[in-house]
């Protein structure tokens, strides 16, 4: 089990450039999960995915925030044209409902600076 | 989606046993109770989670009062390791989709 992997591990760019972060869930799981943490507050979710459909999104996203998952896998988070307040880490999480248990696994996220 | 109070931080002694609080007031029925922690630069890590009845695994304890307003969580020897923040979490029963986090418990371990 090499758990839930998250790259890059730290991103810093300039304002109004695009970044995209990728993670690899737990093989077998086909939930996944987009959070985003800044300092001092617990994880906001953003998005979850089951199987390769996103079945639902953060009325609090923004629409230069994008997802997808298109093979059921690895799941993909750009943002575009970002701003000072994206600086956050970005977590991603699986999960799988086969198994019955509820827990989430957590990856060791992306942390994003924006200048 | 319901919420929960925690106290923001709590100190503990090595070697002794903790008790984190919860309260939830407004949990529904089919709500389960998680218990999630995160050390210091790193993602969280899954802890317990119940319903009605009391839990137990390798980790912590889960105490869920009986009428499920409030619960704790018990981690029953302290070590240095187990300073992070600990957040209790509603979600609901067959909506095992997201997770909406507080600010958490921050505990202290003295050794």
């Known amino acids: 089990d090499t758990g839930v992997s998250q790259n890059p591990r730290h991103k810093i760019t300039k304002r109004g450039q695009n970044v995209t972060f990728r993670c690899d869930p737990i093989s077998e799981h086909n939930r996944l999960y987009w959070y985003r943490q800044t300092l001092g507050q617990g994880p906001e979710f953003l998005t979850y995915?089951?199987?390769?459909?996103?079945?639902?999104k953060s009325r609090l996203l923004s629409d230069r925030f994008s997802a997808e998952r298109p093979k059921g896998s690895f799941s993909t988070l750009e943002i575009q044209r970002t701003e000072q307040g994206d600086s956050a880490m970005y977590l991603c999480?699986?999960?799988?409902?086969?198994?019955?248990?509820?827990?989430?696994?957590f990856g060791p996220g992306t942390r994003l600076t924006v200048l | 989606d319901a919420k929960t109070t925690q106290p923001n931080s709590m100190e503990s002694n090595e070697e002794e046993p903790v008790h984190l609080p919860c309260n939830h007031s407004?949990?529904?029925?089919?709500?389960?109770i998680h218990w999630y922690r995160q050390l210091p630069s790193q993602g969280p890590e899954y802890v317990i989670h119940g319903l009605t009845s009391n839990v137990n695994n390798r980790m912590a304890s889960l105490a869920i009062a009986e009428d499920r307003k409030s619960s704790t969580l018990i981690l029953h020897r302290a070590t240095l390791r187990d300073a992070a923040v600990y957040y209790c979490i509603l979600s609901r029963a067959g909506n095992n989709r997201k997770l909406i986090w507080g600010l958490g418990t921050s505990l202290a371990v003295n050794p």
């Open positions: 407004t949990i529904s029925g089919t709500d389960y």
């Open positions: 995915f089951q199987n390769e459909a996103q079945l639902e």
């Open positions: 999480a699986s999960s799988s409902t086969g198994t019955g248990r509820n827990e989430q696994f």
